[in-house]
């Protein structure tokens, strides 16, 4: 049976649920530049775009070639195409708009490239997005919490090159087929485990954590001779649309909280196109996504380029880390 292709997807579901069929166009446009963003990266060494762009994003971190190469294949994409009302992006420290926003037109927010240190050493990166509609004629307002999503995305780069996406019902794989480059199919509803047998943090971090955070570790790491009763297993990337995945399709739980070294900028990850799009779809297939202390689609933004503390995973497990942190004060680790 010929597999299901991207394009055919997104047409179905814009049937199913009575969405705004300019979706597609939009749809189909990241995926052309996720196309052009892999073969960037697939041959990166090779082309010599792999250092440093010499520059310094919004973040202050410093912008890798590849970083501002795959914002400008989304930008390119997606500029002209109908309803696409504004673009905010990692890489970019101001919102482009792009037409006078109309009630129902998209804003979209996306990491080009996250885990973008991660390109030198040939390990997996990927592609966020996440699409809210405009509130109001004329409204030039970004700042919406992620429950107002629509609809969210990554595109994973790793041994094989996947999208995957949600409306907010179930979330569906396709993975390029390297052949036609066409995006098939993979993956029909991702499921997460409800409990985790893995966790992921940077461990490195842990004398700075919030005290609810260490007691969480702390039995994680006591294992079966501890108050959890059994032996977690642990991961680390650092590579957030790989951790996802993963955890998509195995279960575990991603955790990179606030801690005292990042506590004035608010966390580590960003919100908007980092946070919230992995929480809708970690909630979609059955998990959850919190940020220890809140469901994360539930903070209100005060700027584009936020960042928060972040749980995200198998719902029990977000579950588990949200009581730790309700037995203990929300102060901070050392510094
Ligand atoms: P980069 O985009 O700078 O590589 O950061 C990746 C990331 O935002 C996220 O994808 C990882 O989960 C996390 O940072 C890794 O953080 P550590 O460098 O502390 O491991």
Same mark, same amino acid.
């Given at each position: ?45 090779? +082309? ?236 979609? +297939? ?50």
């Amino acid at each position: 049976m010929a597999q299901v292709k991207f394009d055919e997807m997104i047409a179905q579901k814009i049937a199913q649920h009575g969405l705004d069929a300019r979706l597609a166009a939009v749809l189909n446009a990241l995926a052309d530049a996720i196309t052009r963003i892999e073969a960037d990266v697939r041959i990166g060494p090779l +082309a010599g775009n792999i250092g440093l762009a010499g520059a310094q994003n919004v973040q202050g971190e410093d912008q890798k070639a590849l970083d501002v190469i795959a914002d400008i294949h989304v930008q390119k994409a997606l500029e002209g195409v109908a309803g696409v009302a504004a673009l905010v992006s990692e890489e970019l420290d101001d919102v482009i708009w792009l037409k006078e926003p109309q009630q129902g037109d998209f804003l979209v927010y996306y990491d080009p490239l996250d885990g973008s240190s991660n390109l030198d050493v040939n390990l997996s990166v990927g592609t966020i997005f996440s699409i809210i509609p405009v509130q109001a004629d004329g409204d030039r307002n970004v700042l919406h919490p992620g429950r107002l999503q629509i609809c969210a995305g990554y595109a994973l780069y790793g041994p094989a090159t996947t999208i995957v996406l949600t409306f907010g019902d179930d979330v569906q794989g396709f993975t390029m087929d390297p052949q036609t480059g066409a995006f098939l199919r993979s993956h029909d509803a991702f499921s997460v485990p409800t409990d985790a047998a893995e966790f992921a943090i940077n461990i490195s971090r842990y004398r700075h954590l919030p005290p609810g955070f260490r007691a969480y570790i702390d039995d994680c790491l006591a294992g079966k001779d501890g108050p959890r009763g059994r032996d977690l297993n642990m991961r680390w990337v650092a590579s957030m649309v790989a951790e996802i995945h993963r955890i998509l399709t195995r279960g575990g739980v991603f955790l990179y909280p606030v801690d005292a070294k990042t506590l004035d900028k608010g966390g580590r990850l960003r919100l908007m196109y980092e946070a919230n799009p992995m929480s809708m779809i970690m909630a979609a +297939a059955g998990g959850a996504g919190s940020t220890g202390w809140q469901d994360i689609v539930d903070v209100m933004p005060q700027g584009h380029h936020d960042r928060v503390s972040v749980v995200i995973g198998s719902a029990n497990e977000v579950a588990e880390v949200v009581r730790y942190n309700a037995s203990y004060p929300k102060n901070m680790g050392s510094a």
